[in-house]
């Protein structure tokens, strides 16, 4: 049970202000649990959502897997092997047992709170997996519960940092109130998502970086970046990028069958799409089984039933969609057991925390980026509610950070719009031929442009008449500039980290190095705003020499991505 208080709202002509032990930016499974693990241990807790807690951003929108494995050694080991080498070898053994730990914990714990997991036919219940609406509603019942203050469509804009750098809230707008809000915090975690830059993805164009760059102007570090070229196969006519189903598929070309893209694998599917279209059939699924698929995602058969399509009897046109960090791994740097950052007072959980710990540099695909969410969020919120409470009373207000989208150096450009700047961004990032095979020739070329572009966001680029906002479409404004900032901040940290690692591992392709290098097998970090820095972090994974029993030529093989290419 909480012992926390539901903090008060103070309310005033430019919006509304809080004060609370701690503040979770972002409403999803992290922020979720983040908010009710810091309520559970005494704090006071605000938590704000750029849509409405429950509903907005990628699990919300689907059902999931999750990695949920029994406390049997065996099975854990089993498990954590099965990644190792997939991941390149970048994982953390003990974060691994951590999450799989507490991801057994909380999952027991939301069957205790009445969601419904399916039942087998001995009467247990099927814990491996969640419906996103019902999971999500679930979590904002418990959020309510444990007594925290929720703002929703009350989008994050910039942290507050007293004179010795600790964080100490952050503020931002109400989109539909059309003014402002400010929460005074002894500890922030940011739940806010990765960045898939707007792809059209199904719930993830609210997942635009905001929280990475508004940390990177509290001087946080981030670690994977580079492992952030992740695309989804999704029907050219939909958005719903849960790729599971394409292991039943045959993929064709005009030419006809696409050889070698069986089993979900991307690259040929890539490099067939720089040539023309390309088409899919369900035509490997038994047709016993349809009826289950249909049962297990039904979002993903609302488009093809729109259009009037059988996708297991007719061929349809497909893409790749890019989902960047939100299915890739990359985040801010974490440098405790409970999720803290590089930066006092700031804590991380989910996709905006780097997901190497668990997965290295390989997509978590849907069960471990769940298992992270649910877990990193208990890690995060546990955290800043011990951090926060050493700290109660300190009452400072703290200076706001924020500068790009909000507070340009050279004053407003009335010609650059958020709108623009957007385009000129996917113009970097959606190109197969710029993201998923890169090369130094294209890494270069791709960075200029970003650091060009950059400099007009910094100088430039405001929203509306700035903070605070006076009505809905200032509100907008504002948090759109800040969204087109963040995106063009997060292309540069992947875009630069991804060029210093001279190799092929895990999703992080080099055509002009397609061999993994022993010699790299380790975290790499990237940081800063106007002048970007890369560096190794000082924590090695394990060698690949340093266990016994694996073959070290097929370890680099799958590292590389041989066996599992995404």
Same mark, same amino acid.
């Given at each position: 049970?909480?012992?926390?208080?539901?903090?008060?709202?103070?309310?005033?002509?430019?919006?509304?202000?809080?004060?609370?032990?701690?503040?979770?930016?972002?409403?999803?499974?992290?922020?979720?649990?983040?908010?009710?693990?810091?309520?559970?241990?005494?704090?006071?807790?605000?938590?704000?959502?750029?849509?409405?807690?429950?509903?907005?951003?990628?699990?919300?929108?689907?059902?999931?897997?999750?990695?949920?494995?029994?406390?049997?050694?065996?099975?854990?080991?089993?498990?954590?092997?099965?990644?190792?080498?997939?991941?390149?070898?970048?994982?953390?053994?003990?974060?691994?047992?951590?999450?799989?730990?507490?991801?057994?914990?909380?999952?027991?714990?939301?069957?205790?709170?009445?969601?419904?997991?399916?039942?087998?036919?001995?009467?247990?219940?099927?814990?491996?997996?969640?419906?996103?609406?019902?999971?999500?509603?679930?979590?904002?019942?418990?959020?309510?519960?444990?007594?925290?203050?929720?703002?929703?469509?009350?989008?994050?804009?910039?942290?507050?940092?007293?004179?010795?750098?600790?964080?100490?809230?952050?503020?931002?707008?109400?989109?539909?109130?059309?003014?402002?809000?400010?929460?005074?915090?002894?500890?922030?975690?940011?739940?806010?998502?990765?960045?898939?830059?707007?792809?059209?993805?199904?719930?993830?164009?609210?997942?635009?970086?905001?929280?990475?760059?508004?940390?990177?102007?509290?001087?946080?570090?981030?670690?994977?970046?580079?492992?952030?070229?992740?695309?989804?196969?999704?029907?050219?006519?939909?958005?719903?990028?849960?790729?599971?189903?394409?292991?039943?598929?045959?993929?064709?070309?005009?030419?006809?069958?696409?050889?070698?893209?069986?089993?979900?694998?991307?690259?040929?599917?890539?490099?067939?799409?720089?040539?023309?279209?390309?088409?899919?059939?369900?035509?490997?699924?038994?047709?016993?089984?349809?009826?289950?698929?249909?049962?297990?995602?039904?979002?993903?058969?609302?488009?093809?039933?729109?259009?009037?399509?059988?996708?297991?009897?007719?061929?349809?046109?497909?893409?790749? +969609?890019?989902?960047?960090?939100? !299915? &890739?791994?990359? *985040?801010?740097?974490?440098?405790? @057991? $409970?999720? =803290? /950052?590089?930066?006092?007072?700031?804590?991380?959980?989910?996709?905006?925390?780097?997901?190497?710990?668990?997965?290295?540099?390989?997509?978590?695909?849907?069960?471990?980026?769940?298992?992270?969410?649910?877990?990193?969020?208990?890690?995060?919120?546990?955290?800043?509610?011990?951090?926060?409470?050493?700290?109660?009373?300190?009452?400072?207000?703290?200076?706001?950070?924020?500068?790009?989208?909000?507070?340009?150096?050279?004053?407003?450009?009335?010609?650059?719009?958020?709108?623009?700047?957007?385009?000129?961004?996917?113009?970097?990032?959606?190109?197969?031929?710029?993201?998923?095979?890169?090369?130094?020739?294209?890494?270069?070329?791709?960075?200029?442009?970003?650091?060009?572009?950059?400099? +007009?966001?910094?100088?430039?680029? !405001? &929203?509306?008449? *700035?903070?605070?906002?006076?009505? @809905? $479409?200032? =509100? /907008?404004?504002?948090?759109?500039?800040?969204?087109?900032?963040?995106?063009?901040?997060?292309?540069?940290?992947?875009?630069?980290?991804?060029?210093?690692?001279?190799?092929?591992?895990?999703?992080?392709?080099?055509?002009?190095?397609?061999?993994?290098?022993?010699?790299?097998?380790?975290?790499?970090?990237?940081?800063?705003?106007?002048?970007?820095?890369?560096?190794?972090?000082?924590?090695?994974?394990?060698?690949?020499?340093?266990?016994?029993?694996?073959?070290?030529?097929?370890?680099?093989?799958?590292?590389?991505?041989?066996?599992?290419?995404?």
């Amino acid at each position: 049970m909480t012992n926390s208080t539901r903090p008060e709202l103070n309310r005033s002509s430019n919006g509304v202000s809080a004060r609370a032990d701690v503040l979770v930016i972002g409403g999803g499974p992290a922020g979720a649990w983040a908010a009710v693990t810091a309520a559970e241990r005494g704090a006071s807790v605000v938590l704000v959502d750029k849509g409405y807690c429950g509903t907005s951003g990628a699990t919300a929108s689907a059902g999931t897997g999750v990695w949920y494995v029994e406390p049997d050694a065996e099975e854990r080991e089993a498990a954590i092997q099965s990644r190792e080498a997939m991941g390149g070898w970048l994982v953390d053994r003990r974060w691994m047992h951590r999450v799989l730990d507490k991801t057994y914990e909380q999952m027991n714990r939301l069957a205790e709170w009445g969601y419904p997991f399916p039942v087998n036919g001995d009467g247990s219940q099927v814990r491996h997996g969640v419906q996103g609406p019902e999971y999500m509603r679930r979590m904002r019942k418990q959020v309510v519960r444990s007594r925290v203050r929720i703002l929703d469509q009350s989008p994050a804009l910039e942290l507050l940092a007293n004179a010795g750098g600790e964080i100490v809230g952050a503020r931002g707008v109400r989109r539909q109130k059309g003014d402002a809000w400010t929460v005074h915090a002894g500890a922030v975690v940011l739940a806010t998502g990765g960045n898939a830059f707007q792809a059209g993805g199904l719930g993830c164009d609210v997942l635009t970086g905001d929280g990475y760059l508004m940390a990177a102007e509290a001087g946080a570090e981030f670690s994977g970046m580079e492992f952030s070229n992740a695309y989804a196969i999704s029907p050219t006519f939909g958005t719903v990028t849960k790729t599971a189903f394409y292991r039943f598929a045959t993929f064709y070309t005009e030419d006809g069958v696409l050889e070698g893209a069986g089993g979900q694998r991307r690259t040929p599917i890539a490099r067939a799409l720089l040539r023309g279209p390309v088409y899919a059939q369900l035509d490997q699924a038994p047709p016993e089984i349809e009826r289950s698929l249909r049962d297990a995602q039904p979002n993903f058969f609302l488009p093809f039933d729109r259009e009037g399509i059988n996708p297991f009897t007719q061929r349809f046109p497909v893409t790749l +969609r890019l989902e960047g960090t939100v !299915r &890739g791994t990359g *985040g801010l740097r974490l440098t405790d @057991e $409970q999720c =803290a /950052t590089t930066v006092p007072g700031l804590f991380a959980a989910g996709d905006a925390a780097t997901r190497e710990l668990i997965c290295g540099g390989f997509t978590g695909g849907g069960s471990h980026n769940s298992a992270w969410a649910l877990s990193s969020g208990s890690f995060a919120g546990e955290g800043a509610a011990r951090y926060a409470l050493t700290r109660r009373g300190a009452g400072e207000q703290g200076e706001a950070l924020g500068i790009a989208g909000i507070n340009p150096t050279a004053g407003a450009d009335q010609g650059l719009s958020h709108v623009e700047v957007v385009k000129l961004v996917q113009d970097e990032v959606f190109p197969y031929d710029k993201n998923y095979f890169r090369s130094e020739a294209t890494l270069t070329g791709s960075l200029g442009n970003l650091d060009q572009l950059w400099e +007009r966001v910094q100088a430039g680029l !405001r &929203g509306g008449d *700035g903070y605070p906002p006076h009505g @809905e $479409q200032s =509100a /907008t404004a504002l948090f759109r500039a800040r969204e087109a900032a963040a995106m063009v901040a997060t292309a540069r940290w992947m875009y630069s980290a991804a060029r210093e690692r001279t190799e092929t591992r895990g999703m992080a392709k080099r055509a002009d190095f397609p061999q993994l290098d022993p010699g790299q097998q380790s975290r790499r970090l990237v940081g800063g705003l106007d002048e970007l820095w890369n560096g190794v972090d000082p924590n090695r994974p394990y060698s690949i020499h340093d266990l016994d029993g694996v073959d070290a030529d097929r370890a680099a093989a799958v590292a590389a991505g041989g066996k599992a290419d995404h």
